[in-house]
């Protein structure tokens, strides 16, 4: 069975840090791959963070405030530092079926974020 569980959300001033694990499980995940989207209120899901293989990505948004890594095989981590209000969101992670590589299969419940000025 297929496990995207993230945790790690909360409630901060602008400022402040949050950091989000996302823990994977099951046969068919592919660990190679993943990566962390948000939803903030009345917009749609935007992609994050992800990371491939050895190599990570930032959105220009949060270059220098967020990291995205591992913490070993299958849990990645999402650093946020300074956050400000405008990265209050739920934050998903989601990974890639192994044999797929052009869209995630497996996502997260999702973990709440909220920044307050």
């Known amino acids: 069975q297929v496990q995207v569980v993230e945790s790690g959300g909360g409630s901060v001033q602008a400022g402040g840090s949050l950091r989000l694990s996302c823990a994977t499980s099951g046969p068919t995940v592919s660990t190679a791959r993943m990566a962390w989207f948000r939803q903030a209120p009345g917009k749609g899901r935007e992609l994050v963070a992800s990371i491939r293989g050895g190599s990570t990505y930032v959105i220009d948004a949060v270059e220098g405030r967020v990291t995205n890594a591992r913490d070993d095989a299958t849990i990645f981590y999402l650093q946020m530092n300074s956050l400000k209000p405008e990265d209050t969101a739920i934050y998903y992670c989601?990974?890639?079926?192994?044999?797929?590589?052009?869209?995630?299969?497996?996502w997260g419940q999702g973990t709440q974020v909220t920044v307050s000025s």
């Open positions: 989601a990974a890639m079926k192994v044999g797929v590589t052009n869209q995630y299969t497996y």
